[in-house]
């Protein structure tokens, strides 16, 4: 431990964001970075406790507290060194998690300074990078195939873990690119695509096979492998079947994310067949991450106003007595699309679509309360009666994924990521993908 009594003497310092008047211009990442300097001050604020909850909370298992001492130092390959023995891409981590980590920081629990552990790891990995301290491997091969279907952070960490212990990946992917959601569902803005296709290089490079276009029917997978690997996903979104339903101008959230991203990467789209909030009155209706990309996205497209609406009561600002640590704090979070211009309402539920002309025009919305439970159950929601409607041109649904049904797998046959577990982070699937290989890797070495 570099400075121990750093903590007391240097505050906690984010790299920001770039100016709002600038930013919604463009699709570039708005997130900036410190200089070398005061990112390892921000280290060194790293306090190295006798029980680091970081590395509790983490679904990774990141040893925090040591590459922060070597960022400190200013060695940076050690950092890396650590980073990556958990971590198999922090390039992905460093942007878009919402960091478990910080939460559970000591400095987080007594002063509400955290350590500024996301940014610090999307440091070093970048550093990683610029000084050449990532080289492509060359595992020796054991003669065994395996098959994983479905390139998201899943199963690219399976496909990843495996190779590098000598098996012979193939990697299916129903897309055109590898990512999942990290391309097709997370906008620029947040992760911008180059960083994903700099990892797939070196992935390819370490012999790791990739096949676009193709999409695998699970219950009849491809013949010639030693074990499977399904990591396909929660590609099916939580619908709000209302009446109007059927109205032109109601999209799914990833409908507008995905075709944008696309854009993006220099596809087109027919004018009839492209969602786009240019001039438009946009209602997101979600309150999680993926509504407050389809902010972000509105906004950059034009929009003339964007409402988001949740049905879920408001969440306190800062610290929230009903969640205290070890639980995961439920406070009021506002992203940087937040900021940058949006109406948000909570405990409102959609009754109905208005339209005209077969086009939607606005939502009916009723406001809930929610009845708290006396033994300590789930709160109950009561309809009050009170009605308005919301006017939109375009409303987005962002409530979410439904969990796949899949069948009873063969021995060889393994699941990961959200497929398995459900809609949750990147971090988690990413955990949940060394774990699986670990399994298929005892599997097959019987």
């Given at each position: 431990m570099g400075d121990p009594k750093a903590f007391l003497n240097i505050p906690r310092q984010e790299a920001g964001y770039?100016?709002?008047?600038?930013?919604?211009?463009?699709?570039?990442?708005v997130e900036q970075t410190l200089n070398t300097n005061s990112r390892k001050l921000q280290a060194s604020r790293c306090m190295d406790c006798g029980v680091p909850f970081c590395h509790w909370a983490c679904p990774l298992g990141n040893k925090q507290p040591e590459w922060?001492?070597?960022?400190?130092?200013?060695?940076?390959?050690?950092?890396?060194?650590?980073?990556?023995?958990?971590?198999?891409?922090?390039?992905?981590?460093?942007?878009?998690?919402?960091?478990?980590?910080?939460?559970?920081?000591?400095?987080?629990?007594?002063?509400?300074?955290?350590?500024?552990?996301?940014?610090?790891?999307?440091?070093?990995?970048?550093?990683?990078?610029?000084?050449?301290?990532?080289?492509?491997?060359?595992?020796?091969?054991?003669?065994?195939?395996?098959?994983?279907?479905?390139?998201?952070?899943?199963?690219?960490?399976?496909?990843?873990?495996?190779?590098?212990?000598?098996?012979?990946?193939t990697l299916f992917d129903k897309d055109e690119a590898a990512g999942g959601l990290l391309r097709f569902g997370i906008p620029n803005f947040k992760l911008d695509k180059n960083v994903i296709d700099r990892r797939i290089r070196i992935l390819t490079a370490e012999g790791i096979q990739?096949?676009?276009?193709?999409?695998?029917?699970?219950?009849?997978?491809?013949?010639?492998?030693?074990?499977?690997?399904?990591?396909?996903?929660?590609?099916?979104?939580?619908?709000?079947?209302?009446?109007?339903?059927?109205?032109?101008?109601?999209?799914?959230?990833?409908?507008?994310?995905?075709?944008?991203?696309?854009?993006?990467?220099?596809?087109?789209?027919?004018?009839?067949?492209?969602?786009?909030?240019?001039?438009?009155?946009?209602?997101?209706?979600?309150g999680g991450d993926t509504g407050s990309d389809?902010?972000?996205?509105?906004?950059?497209?034009?929009?003339?106003?964007v409402t988001q609406i949740e049905i879920m009561p408001q969440p306190p600002v800062g610290?929230?007595?009903?969640?205290?640590?070890?639980?995961?704090?439920?406070?009021?979070?506002?992203?940087?699309s937040h900021d940058e211009g949006c109406i948000r309402r909570w405990c409102l539920a959609s009754q109905q679509f208005i339209g005209k002309n077969g086009k939607v025009t606005g939502v009916e919305i009723e406001e809930v309360e929610w009845i708290p439970s006396p033994n300590g159950d789930k709160p109950t929601m009561k309809l009050t009666g009170k009605k308005e409607i919301i006017e939109a041109d375009m409303v987005l649904l962002a409530m979410g994924f439904l969990k796949p049904e899949h069948p009873q797998p063969a021995k060889n046959v393994f699941f990961a990521g959200d497929v398995a577990t459900g809609a949750s982070l990147v971090v988690r699937a990413m955990a949940e993908g060394r774990k699986t290989a670990t399994k298929i890797d005892a599997y097959l070495s019987k």
């Amino acid at each position: 431990m570099g400075d121990p009594k750093a903590f007391l003497n240097i505050p906690r310092q984010e790299a920001g964001y770039r100016p709002v008047s600038e930013r919604i211009t463009d699709f570039s990442q708005v997130e900036q970075t410190l200089n070398t300097n005061s990112r390892k001050l921000q280290a060194s604020r790293c306090m190295d406790c006798g029980v680091p909850f970081c590395h509790w909370a983490c679904p990774l298992g990141n040893k925090q507290p040591e590459w922060q001492d070597a960022l400190y130092k200013g060695k940076w390959k050690e950092a890396y060194e650590v980073l990556s023995s958990t971590c198999d891409f922090p390039e992905f981590t460093g942007r878009i998690c919402p960091a478990l980590c910080e939460k559970s920081c000591v400095l987080k629990l007594s002063c509400n300074q955290p350590v500024t552990i996301r940014e610090n790891e999307a440091a070093i990995v970048e550093a990683a990078f610029r000084e050449g301290y990532i080289q492509v491997k060359s595992p020796k091969r054991n003669g065994k195939k395996v098959a994983v279907i479905g390139a998201g952070p899943a199963g690219l960490v399976v496909a990843n873990q495996l190779n590098l212990k000598g098996y012979a990946i193939t990697l299916f992917d129903k897309d055109e690119a590898a990512g999942g959601l990290l391309r097709f569902g997370i906008p620029n803005f947040k992760l911008d695509k180059n960083v994903i296709d700099r990892r797939i290089r070196i992935l390819t490079a370490e012999g790791i096979q990739f096949k676009f276009g193709i999409e695998i029917d699970v219950n009849h997978l491809p013949e010639g492998f030693d074990a499977y690997c399904i990591c396909t996903g929660t590609p099916t979104a939580r619908d709000l079947n209302i009446p109007g339903r059927e109205l032109k101008g109601i999209y799914f959230a990833l409908e507008m994310l995905s075709q944008q991203n696309r854009i993006l990467a220099g596809q087109n789209f027919p004018k009839d067949k492209k969602v786009n909030a240019k001039g438009k009155k946009v209602l997101v209706i979600g309150g999680g991450d993926t509504g407050s990309d389809c902010i972000g996205t509105s906004i950059r497209q034009g929009a003339t106003n964007v409402t988001q609406i949740e049905i879920m009561p408001q969440p306190p600002v800062g610290y929230n007595p009903s969640t205290p640590w070890p639980q995961w704090p439920i406070v009021l979070k506002t992203t940087s699309s937040h900021d940058e211009g949006c109406i948000r309402r909570w405990c409102l539920a959609s009754q109905q679509f208005i339209g005209k002309n077969g086009k939607v025009t606005g939502v009916e919305i009723e406001e809930v309360e929610w009845i708290p439970s006396p033994n300590g159950d789930k709160p109950t929601m009561k309809l009050t009666g009170k009605k308005e409607i919301i006017e939109a041109d375009m409303v987005l649904l962002a409530m979410g994924f439904l969990k796949p049904e899949h069948p009873q797998p063969a021995k060889n046959v393994f699941f990961a990521g959200d497929v398995a577990t459900g809609a949750s982070l990147v971090v988690r699937a990413m955990a949940e993908g060394r774990k699986t290989a670990t399994k298929i890797d005892a599997y097959l070495s019987k």
